[in-house]
């Protein structure tokens, strides 16, 4: 009789790969379900939801949410932006940049572990691969077997799917920035633009990529957030923690059994914790850079505790000084409310308060006045003295609107000839405006006057801007 051949382990494998960095053992992921995975869902769920839902929304007869790259216009529901919006981007990018340090500060590498598009599309693929090939030791066989038509087929489909997630993603992306329905029937009629083909390949290349096979290699080694989250965090921050005291010395036992009584700790040393790592480490050899946060060896101790009969919480959130104090959860709360977090979140509510202030009180009606450099000042028939301007008006409402251009600060002043402007809806333009004085009024020098530009019709809108009139 044959002997049945020994099942695969980790180290049979050829997981051993040259890759990005240094040569890198393929990580194999278990499976694990529990509180902190359930937050992980929704987040997937939430944010993907967002992401690939937004674009077919409408909005008044268009795209709700539109970056109309071409014609400089951001589209958010009832508002448009434009490139003079640009201090919104800027405090935007504040806002997020001062979230995350509280955040961190709060409790590590949060984002990361729930919200980071990289956490979140490799949880995706994860759930696609364990699908099709099984969990941890299904496809820990399947890498170790020889080629034959059942190993062929399940790789198939799973990069069949991978790229199918892939290329709808990035399909998703551009049409943030081209009309999404002008955008899938380019597709449907094979006629995409030479820009958004490269933009849907590449974005949905970089995810397959990035997801599918570079995995906790980003996280480790290209994102810069590993490297410098170490000085974001200090001994109150939350973590997570393996409690060594109570832990160690580890190693196996029977099913509820004393550790105590055996000179053991409550870790039975299973290495399930470093088997639902998605980056491969062991949390019990303290907080290293890789550790994402994620909370998923936490589930799986807690269960594991669950069932050798120990208390839960061996591995768990929890702060340095906590442990090392052997704080309560009301403690360890407490201390939380340190004065860099004070400090945060009050420089985050200013930030979001001048955001949506800012948003609030935005002028619908823009106008900007320049000198025309050709005719400084003349004189022209009728006894009068002229100065040129050009004046950009823009419309930054959804509604057309007539437009009436007055000019206050100089006595006599007045705009000549023509001074009202048909401004239809979302769009600007660029219009010369003659604006006058009487001969008799006119006293060599320069003067500050005002145009003001206000629509007609219900609920008016005005804009103003002050310049010099020359009197030569």
């Given at each position: 009789m044959?002997?049945?051949?020994?099942?695969?382990s980790?180290?049979?494998?050829?997981?051993?790969e040259?890759?990005?960095?240094?040569?890198?053992?393929?990580?194999?992921?278990?499976?694990?379900t529990?509180?902190?995975n359930?937050?992980r869902v929704?987040m997937v769920?939430?944010?993907q939801?967002?992401?690939?839902?937004l674009?077919?929304l409408?909005?008044?007869g268009r795209q709700?949410v539109?970056?109309?790259?071409?014609?400089?216009k951001?589209?958010?529901?009832?508002?448009i932006l434009?490139p003079q919006d640009v201090?919104f981007?800027a405090?935007l990018?504040?806002i997020?940049?001062?979230?995350?340090?509280?955040?961190?500060?709060?409790?590590?590498?949060?984002?990361?572990?729930?919200?980071?598009?990289?956490?979140?599309y490799?949880?995706?693929?994860?759930?696609?691969e364990?699908?099709?090939?099984?969990d941890?030791?299904?496809r820990?066989?399947?890498?170790?077997?020889?080629?034959?038509?059942?190993?062929?087929?399940?790789?198939?489909l799973k990069?069949?799917?991978?790229?199918?997630?892939?290329?709808?993603?990035g399909f998703?992306?551009?049409?943030?920035f081209?009309p999404?329905?002008?955008?899938a029937g380019?597709?449907?009629?094979a006629?995409?633009?030479?820009?958004?083909?490269?933009w849907i390949?590449?974005?949905?290349?970089?995810?397959?990529?990035?997801?599918g096979?570079?995995?906790e290699?980003?996280?480790?080694y290209?994102?810069p957030y590993?490297?410098f989250q170490?000085?974001m965090?200090?001994?109150d921050?939350?973590i997570?923690?393996?409690?060594?005291?109570?832990?160690?010395?580890?190693?196996?036992r029977g099913?509820?059994?004393d550790?105590r009584?055996?000179?053991?700790g409550?870790c039975v040393?299973c290495?399930?914790?470093?088997?639902v790592?998605?980056?491969?480490?062991?949390i019990?050899?303290?907080?290293?850079?890789?550790?994402?946060g994620?909370?998923?060896?936490v589930?799986a101790?807690?269960?594991?505790m669950?069932?050798v009969?120990?208390?839960?919480g061996?591995?768990?959130?929890?702060s340095?000084?906590?442990m090392?104090?052997?704080?309560s959860?009301?403690q360890q709360w407490?201390?939380?409310?340190?004065?860099?977090?004070l400090i945060y979140?009050a420089l985050?509510?200013?930030m979001?308060?001048l955001?949506?202030?800012g948003l609030a009180?935005?002028?619908?009606l823009?106008?900007?006045?320049?000198?025309?450099?050709?005719?400084?000042?003349?004189e022209?028939?009728?006894?009068?003295?002229?100065?040129v301007?050009?004046i950009q008006?823009m419309?930054?409402t959804e509604?057309?609107?007539k437009?009436?251009v007055?000019?206050?600060?100089l006595?006599?002043v007045?705009?000549?000839?023509r001074?009202?402007?048909e401004?239809?809806a979302?769009t600007?333009?660029?219009?010369?405006l003659?604006?006058?004085?009487?001969?008799?009024n006119?006293?060599?020098g320069v003067y500050k006057?005002e145009?003001i530009a206000?629509s007609?019709?219900?609920?008016p809108?005005s804009?103003s801007?002050?310049?010099?009139?020359i009197?030569?």
């Amino acid at each position: 009789m044959n002997a049945k051949a020994p099942e695969p382990s980790d180290d049979d494998i050829s997981a051993s790969e040259e890759w990005l960095y240094e040569v890198r053992k393929k990580i194999y992921s278990r499976s694990v379900t529990g509180w902190f995975n359930n937050w992980r869902v929704f987040m997937v769920v939430f944010t993907q939801a967002l992401f690939y839902g937004l674009p077919w929304l409408q909005w008044d007869g268009r795209q709700a949410v539109l970056l109309d790259l071409s014609t400089r216009k951001f589209y958010f529901f009832g508002m448009i932006l434009w490139p003079q919006d640009v201090i919104f981007l800027a405090l935007l990018l504040i806002i997020s940049a001062y979230g995350l340090f509280l955040f961190t500060a709060i409790a590590g590498r949060l984002f990361c572990g729930y919200a980071c598009p990289q956490t979140v599309y490799t949880e995706i693929f994860m759930w696609i691969e364990r699908k099709v090939e099984g969990d941890r030791l299904a496809r820990i066989r399947l890498d170790g077997s020889d080629w034959n038509a059942r190993k062929i087929s399940k790789k198939a489909l799973k990069h069949g799917l991978w790229i199918a997630v892939a290329l709808w993603t990035g399909f998703t992306f551009v049409g943030y920035f081209t009309p999404i329905l002008t955008l899938a029937g380019q597709v449907i009629s094979a006629n995409l633009g030479p820009w958004q083909t490269f933009w849907i390949l590449f974005y949905g290349f970089a995810t397959y990529g990035n997801a599918g096979f570079m995995r906790e290699q980003v996280c480790k080694y290209m994102c810069p957030y590993a490297r410098f989250q170490s000085v974001m965090i200090d001994k109150d921050t939350l973590i997570v923690t393996y409690d060594t005291e109570r832990g160690e010395p580890r190693g196996k036992r029977g099913k509820h059994v004393d550790p105590r009584a055996q000179g053991k700790g409550d870790c039975v040393d299973c290495s399930i914790c470093v088997q639902v790592c998605p980056t491969g480490i062991d949390i019990r050899d303290g907080l290293q850079y890789m550790c994402i946060g994620c909370g998923a060896c936490v589930d799986a101790c807690d269960q594991v505790m669950d069932k050798v009969g120990y208390p839960r919480g061996l591995i768990r959130y929890s702060s340095e000084n906590a442990m090392k104090n052997k704080w309560s959860k009301r403690q360890q709360w407490a201390h939380l409310l340190r004065p860099r977090i004070l400090i945060y979140s009050a420089l985050l509510l200013i930030m979001v308060g001048l955001f949506v202030g800012g948003l609030a009180t935005r002028d619908p009606l823009k106008m900007n006045v320049m000198r025309d450099r050709g005719v400084l000042s003349r004189e022209i028939p009728g006894g009068l003295v002229e100065n040129v301007y050009q004046i950009q008006l823009m419309n930054t409402t959804e509604k057309a609107r007539k437009i009436r251009v007055e000019v206050k600060g100089l006595e006599g002043v007045a705009v000549h000839d023509r001074n009202t402007y048909e401004l239809p809806a979302s769009t600007n333009i660029l219009e010369p405006l003659e604006v006058t004085i009487p001969v008799d009024n006119a006293k060599k020098g320069v003067y500050k006057i005002e145009i003001i530009a206000t629509s007609e019709g219900e609920k008016p809108i005005s804009a103003s801007s002050k310049t010099t009139f020359i009197v030569p």
